[in-house]
Each structure stands twice: as C-alpha cells, then as structure tokens.
C-alpha cells in the first residue's frame, strides 16, 4: 500500500486514513483476519502512442 501513489502523495492524515481503513479491514475480514500476511495481486497496465 506505501508504493501506491495515492498513498505517496497524500498528506499525513490522509496517510493515517489510508493505514486505519487497511488495518480495519485486515481486523475485520474474515478471510484475513489472524494472518501474518497476504497476497495482494495487482495489474499494472501500460500504454504506448506513436506521435505521428
């Protein structure tokens, strides 16, 4: 979550906001809770244009 750039960019109490809502869901997700960690798959698209 920390090398997202919404997180990166956003100020201290947005930051907080961000950890406290993940933190809560970890707590509180069945799926999740009690877990050392878990996998958060992401997709990263990228795009190229040929100016012309």
Do not use: N, W
């Not at 997180?7 to 997700?29: M, W």
């Not at 992401?42 to 100016?51: E, G, N, P, Q, S």
Request: charge should be positive; hydrophobic fraction near 40%.
């Amino acid at each position: 979550m920390a090398s997202r750039s919404y997180f990166i960019t956003a100020d201290d109490s947005g930051k907080k906001e961000i950890t406290d809502a993940v933190r809560a869901l970890i707590a509180e997700h069945p799926d999740l809770r009690g877990e050392a960690s878990f996998a958060l798959p992401y997709v990263t698209r990228t795009f190229r244009a040929r100016l012309q």
